[in-house]
């Protein structure tokens, strides 16, 4: 019993001091001082990039849903019939999707799919404009303002494919070895006086050939001369 007792006495007595050294190795309830907090608060570039990113995506991604809703419904009409109104959130849906596509790399969404959320709520925002279901003059009206649209941009489809088709057969039998090895012994390596180089190529041959001829052929070049740099 006297022993038994003995161990009681010591286990009582050792118990606070444990409780102590506890409470010291792990402060689970001690407060943090405010400058360990402000340093959990701030965000890392890495995460201010990363959430700037998503706004820019999320928004220009928002911002053409509920324009392409508004027209769905056709509504509020102040917004379809006022030529400034109109002319302004045309000129905003394209330059948030020229933001877009000039940040593809750091938003990480297709410029082909930005493109054709643009042209789609953009045809469909000028389409409710004319309220083609109000009369017949409307109807005729859209329907000649898609023709001309089909027409222009059916021109641009038909000319480039036979000239992207041409450029290709040519660089297929190394037609442009001469003026790489041109530019690769001008330049040096050095990617400095590339652009100006093909500007000046670019700006002589655009008064021979047509000016959209010219610059897949300064795209080829450069594709050959700085293929391996993705930054350019």
């Known amino acids: 019993m006297d022993q038994t007792q003995e161990v009681l006495a010591a286990e009582a007595v050792r118990t606070p001091t ?109 389409a409710v404009g004319f309220h083609p279901h109000e009369s017949h003059e409307n109807h005729e009206a859209l329907k000649e303002k898609f023709d001309d649209g089909l027409k222009e941009v059916g021109a641009i489809i038909l000319f480039l494919l036979p000239a992207m088709g041409v450029v290709e057969s040519i660089d297929h039998f190394e037609g442009f070895a001469v003026v790489t090895r041109f530019i690769l012994k001008v330049t040096g390596g050095r990617t400095e006086p590339l652009m100006p180089i093909l500007c000046l190529i670019t700006f002589f041959l655009s008064a021979i050939i047509d000016n959209l001829t010219a610059t897949i052929v300064s795209l080829k070049l450069l594709r050959h001369v700085a293929g391996g740099d993705r930054h350019l």
């Open 18 to 126: 444990q409780q102590v050294a506890n409470a010291q190795l792990h402060p689970v309830g001690r407060l943090a001082s405010p400058g360990s907090q402000g340093a959990k608060c701030m965000p890392t570039p890495a995460q201010a990039a990363f959430a700037t990113r998503r706004a820019l995506k999320v928004g220009g991604v928002v911002f053409f849903v509920v324009v392409f809703a508004l027209a769905l419904i056709g509504a509020p009409r102040p917004i379809f019939d006022e030529k400034e109104t109109k002319a302004n959130l045309m000129s905003a849906l394209f330059l948030v999707g020229l933001v877009l596509v000039v940040l593809e790399d750091h938003v990480g969404v297709n410029k082909s799919a930005i493109m054709l959320m643009v042209s789609a709520t953009m045809w469909t925002f000028l």
